[in-house]
């Protein structure tokens, strides 16, 4: 027997839309699209804007951060813990460039689920495959309830 998800239910019923209306105001600046979402794995698609680069005209390092930060908070609140968690690292390899109008997706899986610390693991990859940046990070349980927040 399935345990009931409110949270996974809500952002299920939003796969192939844009993520413009997330309590994320930062997330809904990227405008993502949710692909794929369940209990430990997500994946949104973002297209890089003029606005989401560095001088060179090529993806920000830290919006990639902003990225795989995001999708791993949305993929950790369908987890279903009834608290807030936060996160407490992020540690990021840039490994290739991405240019203005290129196509990305953001996938992210949890590793490890415990009691008070989550820990995930993310990656940007282009259409071709390529490997844009991958990232790593720990959620820690805080004392807010989500109830508290209106989530």
Sequence with gaps: MENHNPQLEQFKKLIGQKLDKTPSRAG???????????????????????EMCNPARILHGGVASLMMDDVIGMGNFVVGSEFLMTSINLNVDYLSSAQIGEK??????????GA???????????????????????????????SELGF
Excluded: P, Q
């Design 28 to 50: 809904n600046w990227l405008g993502g699209t949710l692909l794929e979402i369940n209990m430990g794995w997500i994946k949104v698609s973002y297209t890089v804007t003029y």
């Design 116 to 146: 008070n610390l989550n820990h995930w693991e993310s990656v940007i990859t282009k259409d071709s495959g390529k490997l844009v940046a991958k990232a790593s990070s720990n959620m820690i349980k805080t004392h807010i309830k989500l």
């Design 104 to 113: 990305l997706e953001v996938s992210a899986k949890l590793v490890r689920s």
